[in-house]
């Protein structure tokens, strides 16, 4: 059973940081993409950004690109987001998820993820 645990959230002004922690345990961490996604109160889930097993392809929602950088430790079979320049609307529930293959291209779909953390509350104020 794979277990997947963030943590990193807070609360923290606009313009500030946050760098999300997601540890992984229960099977081959190295061998599968993983991406975050986030779900803000009455919106669907929506994804920020994916990295693919070996690291070397990173994908971004919009949004998020030039602000947020994915990023994964296999020694550790931990996956990182750093958050920059913060917004209120990124305020959301975090969650990491592990995908059912290596490979990260094409990473929106939340179906193609069969493990799920618990989440982590980020909240941006204004």
């Known amino acids: 059973q794979v277990q997947l645990v963030e943590s990193g959230g807070g609360l923290v002004q606009a313009g500030g940081s946050l760098r999300l922690s997601c540890a992984a345990s229960?099977?081959?961490?190295?061998?599968?993409?993983m991406g975050w996604f986030r779900q803000a109160p009455g919106k669907e889930r929506e994804f920020v950004a994916a990295?693919?097993?070996?690291?070397?392809?990173?994908y971004y929602t919009v949004s998020v690109k030039g602000r947020f950088t994915i990023s994964r430790d296999n020694a550790k079979s931990t996956v990182y987001l750093q958050m920059n320049s913060l917004k209120p609307e990124d305020t959301a529930v975090y969650y990491c998820?592990?995908?059912?293959?290596?490979?990260?291209?094409?990473?929106?779909?939340?179906?193609?993820?069969?493990?799920w953390g618990q989440g982590t509350q980020v909240t941006v104020s204004s």
């Open positions: 998820a592990q995908r059912f293959s290596g490979s990260a291209s094409q990473p929106t779909d939340p179906y193609d993820y069969n493990y």
């Open positions: 229960g099977r081959t961490f190295s061998s599968y993409a």
């Open positions: 990295i693919s097993w070996p690291g070397r392809s990173t």
